[in-house]
């Protein structure tokens, strides 16, 4: 059951997707021949005054196919558009991915009692580095190894992307800034209520969850989540993670299964699984206007770059020249997608 509605779930992700660059286009005023959702074989199709819509068998993609052929005379032609209506509609997919995340999140959000905040309210017996020197009650967190925290939930997961227990710990004590040179802050087990946990040994304040609040908290989560992913990008960059450890479709929808299955309800399920969707529905908008050649980002900016070439040369850039570089880079893209596909196959088998 919930490998359907992790399916279901994905295919939201790129109907919306595709759905921005429809609505853009139409509002535009660009010809756009079919709206597909889904790849392969039509399943369901229903032709309009002007564009076919169609449902494909495999859910895993989908389309927004417009007027594109840079020898076309057709005034409502996507390459017969000014430049900035172009940009407008490329940025559009990306967009709509990210007020949708948004949307998911302040729903979420809106369902919480309250959250932990970055000031120090109590520290465990026993717990080392207190003091004028360490940490002390009353000290509000405002960084980590230059990384803002502005609610505890960023805590554990900078912690997890250093992988260090020595860190550069900026706090607020007193109303000036302290910061904690190569402080020492690691997990140990301390005694709570009688029982041994592992943990940091700090306990830290709780904000009531008035309207103001949960706005103020939806945004933070995501922008946060814009972060995790540069933080990510970063680690593939310097090497502290691999191409292995990237995710396809298939990975995601078995994570998203797997979530399911390890929920206490089917309700916590849900609230989980559209926890996970917004974290990919971010990914995909980011990843989609990274500025790479055949993605929206990449053709972006190309507008760009002939527009600056056109300015100087007062030439018009052939279109042919932009084609023959995002087909190129599609061609390593798809290589790149089945190495993925492979990649994430033998990872659940081998899980």
Known sequence: MYIIVAIIAFGLLIAVHELGHFTAAKLMGVRVHEFAIGMGPKLLKKQGKETLYSLRVF?????????????????????????????????????????????????LVSQMTGFAGTTVTELADGFPQDGYNGLMVGDT?????????????????????????????MVRRGGEKVLLKDYTLERRTYIIDGEPELRYGITFNRIDSSFLEKLKYSGYMTINTVRLIRLSIAQLIS????????????????????IGRQSQSFGVALYSIASFLSLIGVNIAIVNLLPIPAMDGGRILFIFITWVIESVTRRRVDPKYEGYIHTATMVILMGFMVFIFVNDIVRIVSG
Request: glycine letters at 10%; charged letters at 15%.
């Open 59 to 107: 859910p895993f993609g989908g389309f927004c196919a417009m007027e594109e052929d840079v020898s076309s005379s057709d005034p409502r032609a996507f390459t017969s558009q000014k430049r900035w209506k172009r940009v407008v509609i490329l940025a559009a997919g990306g967009v709509a991915n990210f007020i949708m995340a948004a949307i998911i999140i302040l729903i």
């Open 141 to 169: 967190m405002l960084s980590i190894n230059g990384e803002r925290l502005y609610y505890i939930d960023d805590f554990p997961f900078l912690m997890q992307v250093i992988g260090s227990s020595k860190i550069d710990l």
């Open 239 to 258: 090497g502290t993670a691999g191409v292995q450890d990237l995710a396809g479709p298939i990975a995601i929808v078995d994570t998203m299964n797997g």
